[in-house]
């Protein structure tokens, strides 16, 4: 129960903690050219160290091994700990002031926990994608890509370079469709529409794929077809057994 409200905590304050790193940007300009906004950089300075504070204290105290807990959050401990928003009155003109607050740029470490998140999103796409069928339709896809952004780069006299074709390509078998590169010879609006009547069913598979992951991930028993068609042969194996075993007696 604690480890669940822990991650669930951890969870919860993954975004304010990254708003808050974004909003140091912002308070040290603020600092050095406006100084006339000096109280709205104290109070900004207030809300980002109480975030930092308030997880720290959550987290701690959902976390079972608290000492553990301690001695591998060393960083968010010192960033607490040395960027207390309140500076005695005379080292406030000494440039301390801004000396005492750069701790809090360490903090942009937590931008790391982005590469875990990264790590999880590379074995959902592996789930995703472990139908060899629909490895076949994204195999294809970009073969489709590669393939009509060559013929529409030598086909357009004012598509320059390869890349323009990809790009071209990409936009249009997505549907965005931004125009900025557009077909006006005869040859590349056939190509163009043969880019457009194959691609749009191999990004609707894919996309209907994707949207049922991710629509059966909200259930607890979740399971992929090839599971699904490995119990389904097992049944009627069973089944066929049990057929011989009745029909014997």
Do not use: C
């Amino acid at each position: 129960m604690e480890k669940s409200s822990y991650q669930k905590a951890d969870k919860f304050f993954q975004i304010p903690v990254m708003v808050s790193v974004l909003m140091l940007i912002p308070v040290l300009v603020i600092e050095y050219t406006q100084q006339n906004l000096n109280a709205l950089a104290i109070l900004l300075n207030w809300v980002i160290w109480i975030v930092f504070l308030f997880e720290y204290v959550v987290l701690l105290f959902f976390v079972e091994d608290k000492f553990h807990f301690i001695k591998t959050h060393k960083l968010e401990l010192f960033i607490i700990i040395f960027s207390f928003p309140i500076v005695p009155e005379g080292l406030a003109s000494s440039g301390f002031l801004r000396f005492a607050r750069l701790p809090r740029l360490l903090n942009s470490l937590r931008f790391f926990r982005l590469a875990a998140l990264l790590g999880r999103f590379a074995s959902t796409v592996k789930s995703i994608f472990n139908s060899k069928g629909l490895r076949f339709i994204v195999y294809t896809t970009i073969g489709i890509i590669l393939f009509f952004g060559f013929m529409f780069y030598i086909s357009e006299p004012h598509v320059e370079s390869y890349s323009d074709g990809l790009w071209w390509a990409l936009v249009t078998i997505t549907t965005v469709g931004y125009g900025d590169i557009t077909p006006v010879s005869t040859l590349g609006r056939i190509i163009a529409s043969a880019l457009m009547i194959m691609g749009i069913g191999f990004i609707a598979t894919i996309t209907a794929a994707v949207s049922s992951h991710f629509i059966s991930s909200f259930n607890d028993n979740e399971i992929t077809i090839n599971e699904l068609g490995e119990k389904l042969d097992k049944i009627e194996k069973e089944l066929i057994t049990l057929k011989k075993e009745i029909n014997d007696k």
